[in-house]
């Protein structure tokens, strides 16, 4: 991997841990909180995932949930270890390789990028492909059926909707400023 790959893989590693500072929001309902971490999460596949490649938004989220895996209190709350990855979140927190490895893909390879695509690659990548890998697991830990598992999430798709809206505007915007990344892709 190139150093300046590297450098922004590592870049947006550090947004997710900047993001773990905004105190989570614990609904009452569910033991899974509601964080900005995942706006992380898809501002990293369609920043980095668009302009470089899909596995590099990835790649920036495996960094990111190593270095919680060693211990480090990265996610919201001041959460880290290996036991997060053991919890009704774990899904979730999984899911985030593959949220932003979709919406990479899916806009690394679209001709004219709009911000209505982009607002649907984020909904199919960052709320659907996300609740895919953590509504069983949830489900699972938590001793309920997937049904029971889905009607608790059902909740939180307000906020995602709002993270949705405001990382699609965000990634529309970096995109375009950014010059080393329209360079880099070439």
Do not use: C
């Amino acid at each position: 991997m190139k150093l300046r790959k590297l450098m922004y893989v590592s870049m947006f590693a550090t947004i997710m841990g900047a993001l773990g500072i905004v105190p989570p929001i614990f609904l009452g309902i569910s033991p899974v909180p509601v964080t900005l971490q995942t706006l992380g999460v898809m501002l990293s596949g369609s920043v980095l995932g668009s302009r470089l490649g899909p596995k590099y938004g990835a790649f920036s989220q495996i960094i990111f949930l190593l270095l919680v895996m060693t211990g480090l209190p990265l996610l919201s709350g001041g959460r880290g270890g290996i036991g997060v990855f053991f919890s009704p979140s774990g899904g979730y927190i999984i899911g985030w390789v593959a949220g932003a490895y979709v919406i990479g893909f899916l806009l690394y390879h679209m001709k004219n990028v709009s911000f209505i695509k982009v607002l649907l690659v984020h909904i199919l990548g960052g709320v659907l492909v996300v609740y895919v890998f953590g509504i069983p697991i949830q489900a699972m830990l938590m001793d309920i059926s997937i049904n029971q598992a889905i009607l608790l999430s059902l909740v939180y798709l307000p906020g995602d909707f709002i993270k949705v809206a405001v990382a699609s505007l965000l990634a529309i915007k970096i995109r375009n400023s950014i010059p080393l990344l329209k360079e880099v892709r070439g």
